[in-house]
């Protein structure tokens, strides 16, 4: 490694610089700095270089040194591309990190935690911002030359835009077109972060002298008696709350919208939007200033007392306990100090209330960072977060990726999901593992909140590694749900089936939609039947480049792959045997939404799953249709688990429990307990006491049993023995490695060598290779290996570098030939 510092460097002095490549390449690079370049060459710039015969990219100096390679003789750089750095010497730390612990380049590390603006490379498309107006007067020639032929043809590469101006310095060209807002670059644009607007109804001041607004009835009553009872409405809710909403004003008048439109018209009405918060308070003051509850206190004083001591505390609170008000607390306190914070969630789209919530605390200080940004917004927040104008940053698990000056606070909400790790590609790392990493460069402290932490962390908290708060109330002493456990078989030998429903759930949902209330069903299963089967011969069609059974979905009416996005028209006639008898097998999200609108024609009815929420705003007006009560029963996959809170969902009915706890996983009874108690958390949470209803085959199941006691304790006290004896976290490590090959007996004797070559070095801690449950994905066949470490007996990194070793040293054999090892520390 070359000198990890900035110098001042003379004219003529031979530089070289290390640079990070965008590239799975498993040594960096090193690069000769042209003399008039000198000066501006800097530890975290950005420079154009030139890599393989013609390709440019983007990469990331390193360090500075006098030292050329010894291998190989030194390219020139093309361009430095900054002024000053935009990556800092933690982040190369963390970078490095990310690296060693998840097995993988650098340059992986680079691809995952860089916006794609900030890495332009050969292949990187371009394309004109259409919301901008371009004064091309305003143009340089070669500006001028570069809009112009994306105006002929909307899309073009870095390489096309080379050849289109005879040279290779583009990229400072492009940075500036891009700084003026007039290109994209890369990535799909997506829709900006849009708050919740709601229109709110005042009367015009006019009528508050009290002979006008006697004068306005009168006439109103003969001409237009609907639009009276509206202005009569409007006087009553208008004495007992501050803001009148028009939703709330249609439904207390029964006036319908025209009325309070012409109302509006005629300037009786005065309609103002406003950004509304998904926080359950009427007045703004109240917002800036709520009181904790005493519990709440406790548990703050706790948290502040044990960050002390430790550097984590793992928070567990009950579902609805008031874990974010801590946070807030927490929140300001930092900022007082002048310190950054960041707020991990598992899934962005789905907590747009907490950005609301936080943007109504923090205002400009709060910055949001993830992946359904467009780019320009993505580089944005990154220049706001390196130049510290941003102190909270809220975000999805790329944000730990974020250049933070001064980190006083890491907070991972709901810390147990999985959609904290990243599968697909490298590197395959954990935010919330990570984010304990990224504290202590910062000497920062980190709070992992959960109703249902993982053993991991509930494992470290009880044997003294984390600090510990318990919060076992909910906020406002609102009681958990009741939950209510019914046997399908007993009701199917019964003959009070309903298509999929008990009728225990069918008359809970009566009496729910009787009394105005909400209902969410879960199913964690989209599409509207799995699989398809000959009666005849048992054909079931399969995707063409997996081995998995296709799924009907209705609304396409084709058999998907949900794996690799395959489609194929959905058969009439069975093309083995010729049979018309081709049947559905199972349920999906879509099914149950289909046969509940036959049984509930009256209800309204809408699905929330990864089909209905591809679109821009489909998953924001899913949700504001939620709250504003133009939903009856929401069907939903596991996204209606994740922190949603709305005040009317009384009745959860979970179709099918068996899917989860019959899972083929040493994780099932953990994930199936965190995946019930979440989405039983969903209900009553304000005021009336909710409802559950699980709907099984198997109602005496152990977990089943701790979801309705609410006993965390016993699931983790009886699952930790069976965890130690078969060699499971939290008591071992393990890492995964996924060998793939387009020829299965190439394959095999591949994955057979390399479990060989690992055996010599760790003997029976090596398991397989075996074939995965699903064996084949996009024509790829899988073969992997687990490796099990004790956690205490062995040096982690020391087993890290053999397995590097071997998998090189494989590498160079003839043997390897097409094959893709992936290696995944802590699989999930």
């Avoid at 939007?273 to 406790?298: A, H």
């Avoid at 399969?542 to 209705?554: F, M």
């Avoid at 009317?648 to 099932?668: C, E, H």
Wanted: proline letters at 4%; aromatic letters at 10%; charged letters at 25%.
């Amino acid at each position: 490694m070359l000198e990890f510092a900035d110098a001042v460097h003379t004219d003529r002095e031979t530089l070289f610089v290390e640079v990070i490549l965008p590239l799975a390449i498993s040594k960096n690079y090193t690069y000769r700095v042209p003399f008039e370049m000198n000066d501006a060459v800097a530890i975290g710039k950005r420079v154009v270089v030139q890599f393989g015969k013609s390709k440019l990219y983007t990469a990331i100096i390193l360090s500075i040194g006098n030292q050329a390679p010894e291998k190989y003789e030194a390219k020139y750089l093309v361009e430095i591309l900054d002024d000053k750095p935009v990556v800092t010497h933690q982040q190369l730390q963390f970078w490095q990190w990310q690296s060693d612990y998840y097995m993988c380049t650098v340059g992986e590390v680079m691809n995952a935690a860089l916006p794609s603006a900030l890495k332009l490379a050969s292949e990187t498309r371009i394309m004109l911002n259409k919301d901008f107006e371009v004064d091309r007067a305003t143009l340089h020639d070669k500006e001028f030359l570069i809009v112009e032929a994306l105006d002929i043809q909307p899309e073009l590469t870095v390489s096309d835009i080379v050849k289109l101006l005879g040279q290779k310095t583009v990229m400072p060209i492009l940075k500036l077109l891009f700084e003026k807002n007039i290109i994209h670059i890369s990535e799909e644009v997506s829709e900006r972060y849009k708050p919740r607007k709601r229109t709110f109804i005042t009367l015009n001041p006019f009528y508050n002298d009290q002979e006008n607004l006697r004068e306005l009835f009168t006439i109103l009553e003969k001409k237009a008696p609907k639009q009276a009872d509206a202005v009569l409405a409007y006087i009553k809710l208008s004495r007992t709350q501050k803001n009148v909403s028009k939703n709330e004003l249609v439904d207390e008048s029964g006036a319908g919208a025209a009325s309070i439109k012409s109302l509006i018209e005629k300037e009786v009405f005065v309609a103002e939007d406003r950004n509304v918060s998904r926080f359950y308070f009427e007045e703004e003051e109240e917002i800036t200033s709520f009181e904790l509850s005493e519990q709440q206190q406790t548990a703050l004083t706790d948290v502040k007392l044990q960050f002390k001591e430790k550097d984590v505390v793992l928070l567990h609170g009950v579902t609805s306990s008031g874990k974010t008000q801590i946070y807030i607390r927490l929140i300001e306190e930092m900022m007082r100090q002048d310190r950054q914070v960041l707020y991990l969630l598992p899934e962005i789209a789905l907590t747009t209330h907490i950005i609301e919530r936080l943007r109504i605390y923090f205002g400009a200080n709060i910055g949001v960072y993830h992946s359904r940004f467009n780019d320009n917004e993505r580089v944005e927040v990154w220049q706001k977060v390196l130049n510290n104008e941003y102190k909270v940053v809220l975000g999805a698990r790329s944000s730990v990726f974020l250049p933070f000056s001064d980190l006083g606070l890491i907070i991972v909400d709901e810390e147990h999901e999985t959609s904290y790790k990243q599968f697909d590609p490298a590197p395959r790392y954990n935010a919330r593992d990570a984010a304990i990493f990224l504290s202590n460069m910062y000497q920062a402290k980190v709070l992992l909140g959960s109703a249902t932490p993982s053993f991991e962390s509930y494992f470290n908290a009880r044997t003294g590694k984390y600090g510990f708060v318990e919060l076992t109330e909910r906020f406002g002493g609102v009681e958990l749900p009741e939950v209510e456990v019914i046997s399908i078989a007993e009701e199917t030998k019964k003959k009070t089936m309903q298509s999929h429903f008990t009728s225990v759930l069918m008359a809970d949902i009566a009496e729910a939609l009787t009394n105005k209330e909400q209902v969410i069903l879960f199913q964690n299963r989209r599409g509207y039947a799995p699989i398809m089967m000959c009666k005849i011969c048992a054909y079931t069609p399969k995707c063409i480049n997996c081995d998995v059974s296709l799924t009907y979905h209705k609304s396409s009416g084709k058999l998907h792959c949900h794996y690799c996005g395959y489609k194929e028209d959905s058969p009439s006639i069975c093309p083995a045997c010729g049979s018309t008898h081709l049947e559905y097998k199972g349920f999906g999200t879509e099914k149950v939404e289909d046969e509940l609108s036959l049984l509930l024609p009256e209800a309204r009815i809408a699905r929330m799953d990864l089909d209905t929420t591809r679109s821009k705003n489909s998953l924001q007006n899913i949700l504001n249709n939620l709250e504003e009560k133009k939903i009856d029963i929401l069907v939903g996959t596991q996204m209606v688990a994740k922190g949603l809170d709305f005040a009317d969902v009384t009745v959860i009915g979970i179709i099918n429990a068996d899917s989860l706890l019959k899972f083929p996983d040493y994780r099932a009874n953990e994930r199936s307990f965190q995946m019930l108690a979440q989405v039983s958390g969903r209900a009553g949470r304000r005021g009336k006491r909710g409802k559950v209803v699980i709907q099984t085959y198997d109602p005496k199941h152990r977990v089943i049993k701790q979801v309705i006691e609410n006993d965390y304790d016993d699931l983790y006290f009886t699952e930790m023995p069976e965890r130690k004896s078969f060699k499971y976290p939290p008591f071992y490590r393990l890492i995964n490695l996924d060998v793939k090959h387009k020829d299965p007996n190439i394959l095999r004797n591949q994955a057979e060598y390399l479990a060989t070559q690992l055996r010599t070095h760790f003997g029976d801690r090596v398991i397989g290779p075996e074939a995965p449950l699903i064996s084949r994905i996009r024509n790829y066949y899988i073969n992997s290996i687990l490796l099990k470490f004790e956690k205490d007996a062995v040096s982690i990194i020391k087993a890290k570098a053999i397995i590097r070793d071997v998998i090189t040293q494989f590498q160079t054999t003839k043997l390897s030939k097409g094959s893709i090892i992936q290696p995944d520390v802590d699989p999930y």
